[in-house]
């Protein structure tokens, strides 16, 4: 090709980026619905038929705790806490005096608004003014404040014992990413993961499919909740 026609098309190519950048919609909603069918691209490369799909959550996790954890002690690890209802059931279900619970949370709400097709949650979303989910259970307990900050000193002390369980139930891209990318080492073959918000395509699906790509991970489906995906629970492979 003689050389003015690939310069006139390179020039081309570098204003029509310019200007899509400018005139184009920059929309969270069409970026969901853009994103979307990547869910079920996901679903024929990863879902087996016959994998169990349920109702309601505690039901995902009654069977994975019944199929996959019986009586053994467990590490569970739940990042996204809230008032306590995702811990509490976990912490009823599995009665062997060596687990442990601990739950991450900042207790003050999302870091940043948590934008989705149906709107938005804005940042400090889910805020309980500091106040710990009281559980009576001494196996249980509580690390407060951002995943960021508090994530790294917990890892120099904590010393895994048995099989894993991590809860992903963050909500947001920027946390879901953060905590499966600093626990890479801590997720063996074998360990569960649990995704909350699984089908918010732009936040929990995103961050396990960059996780999965950036530290080249893979995992088997366990099980499914709540309509399309909406809870998901994986095995480290
Ligand atoms: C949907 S709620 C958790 C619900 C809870 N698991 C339940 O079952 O009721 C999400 C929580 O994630 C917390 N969160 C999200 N990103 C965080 C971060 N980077 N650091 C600390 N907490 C975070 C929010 O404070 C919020 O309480």
Redesign the pocket.
Known sequence: MARSLQDALASFRIKSKVAIAKVGVDSRRLDTLVNLPKIETWRREHVPAGTPAFDERTAMYDHVHAELIGDAAIDYL??????????RHWSSLNKNPESRFFG????????EDWKRFDGQMVKA????DGVLPDIDDDRVSFVP????HTLDSFLEKFEPQGQLVV?V????Y??AL?VLTRLDALLVPGTIVVF??FSSVLNEFQALDNYCSAYMREYDVLASAWHYFGHLAIRMR
């Open positions: 739940e990042f996204g806490v809230f008032q306590g209802d995702s811990i991450f949370d900042s207790f003050e709400g999302l870091p979303h889910f805020d309980v404040g951002w995943f960021q809860h139930d963050s909500d947001l920027s946390s953060y909350d918000e």
